[in-house]
């Protein structure tokens, strides 16, 4: 299970930098080894120090807030690999064009990425969202640990390589011999061969299984960006690493309000008597009801701003405008009254 970083240190999440600064003072103070003699000290001032490395460094932060770790079950892979922040790179990747992590080269056959479609609302996108969702993937076996073996038994080394995960291949043409070298069809670089394959997995080291992972979506999130899981994808074969999970992001289309970037636009229809006397009406926003007035004289299309009323700012602070748009209804299906009335009212404008 992950360790709740703000519960270790006693402070709220929305704590500032210095009331964590002061908690981690006072805690290690307290747990120090130096000055605690209490067995389990030790450990206490070592999760202490953990949680503050993270919590203080805005960056490993966002991250944890963000991605939270893996839920309850989860066991047999980390989620959020606290000693590779590096390679997280940009969490907020774009579709295409986005940098691919380093990762790091292990032997054997690393895991595949895998892709999770998640679809939310408007709502969730304005306020951010925690949710749980179940991947199916490869773990490492736990009867033999991977390596494929029958627990007991040890892989010999490959017939075809003799062990160097490489093979030669010479290929003749009429501009003369050429050797190309590529990982062992056998062993797929790995240079052993399972010989007693582990009944559990029959040899693959990996076996099926669903894992709840929980994934954080950060406020003002869009259509088209992605969140990386690191290491939640399939797991390698043979020691390579494993794969990362991305979860791409749709938002619902909203019947209410348009989105352009952080900035929404509401549509209000009113009628031509509110827009020429002035009226106050109620709009919609995504913190609950506004009001709206309407100054006597309104032309159709005007644009009313309400300041800080859109989207939140994916990055950086503060959140976009709402737009209201005003229409005016002309009235259809007058009665003989209304039609005299508004007879008498263009006689009176000269009309
Ligand atoms: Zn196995
Ligand atoms: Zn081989």
Redesign the pocket.
Known sequence: MAKDYYEILGVSKQAGADEIKRAFRNLARKHHPDVNKETGAADKFKEINEAYQVLSDPHKKQQYDTFGSSGPGAGGFGGFDFNNFEGFGDIFDMFFGGSQPARRRSGGEDGSDLRYDMTITLEDAFSGVEKEIEISHYT???????????PGTTPSRCATCGGTGQVRRTQRTPLGAFQQITTCPTCQGAGEQVTS???????????KASHKVKVKVPAGIDSGYRLRVTSAGDAGRKGGSPGDLYVFIHVKEDHRFERQGADLIYKKTITFTQAALGDEVTIPTLEGQATLRIPAGTQSGSNFRFKGKGMPNLRGRGHGELYVLVEIETPQNLTAEQAELLHKFARLRNE
């Open positions: 490492n076996c736990q009867t033999c640990k991977g390596t494929g073996s029958k394959p582990c009944s559990a997995c029959h040899g693959s080291g990996r076996v």
